[in-house]
Nanobody
Framework: QVQLVESGGGLVQAGDSLRLSCAAS????????MGWFRQAPGKEREFVAA????????GYADSVKGRFTISRDNAKNTVYLQMNSLKPEDTAVYYC?????????????????WGQGTQVTVSS
């Protein structure tokens, strides 16, 4: 069983930066594709970013491309999401997720394990 714990959320102003962290335990982190998703009130959970097991391949939603950067440290079993130039529309609960199949995926149903989420609020 894989456990994922997110941290780093908070209340910031538009234009500010935040770095989210997700610590994994209970599995073989270095073999998993890791993703970040978010869910705003009244909306469906949506893909934000993903990273391959090696860190070589990354993917982003169009809405965050150029502003967010996903990275991982397999020695620390941790994945990060650096968020720059934050906008009010980035306000959501951000979830870390692990995909244990070694096939690239960006849909919520393709990820096996989920964290509890961390709130990010961006004021205008």
């Amino acid at each position: 069983q894989v456990q994922l714990v997110e941290s780093g959320g908070g209340l910031v102003q538009a234009g500010d930066s935040l770095r989210l962290s997700c610590a994994a335990s209970g599995g073989t982190f270095s073999r998993y594709i890791m993703g970040w998703f978010r869910q705003a009130p009244g909306k469906e959970r949506e893909f934000v970013a993903a990273i391959s097991w090696s860190g070589v391949t990354t993917g982003y939603a169009d809405s965050v491309k150029g502003r967010f950067t996903i990275s991982r440290d397999n020695a620390k079993n941790t994945v990060y999401l650096q968020m720059n130039s934050l906008k009010p529309e980035d306000t959501a609960v951000y979830y870390c997720a692990a995909r244990t199949r070694p096939v690239w995926g960006t849909s919520t149903f393709e990820y096996n394990y989920w964290g509890q989420g961390t709130q990010v609020t961006v004021s205008s």
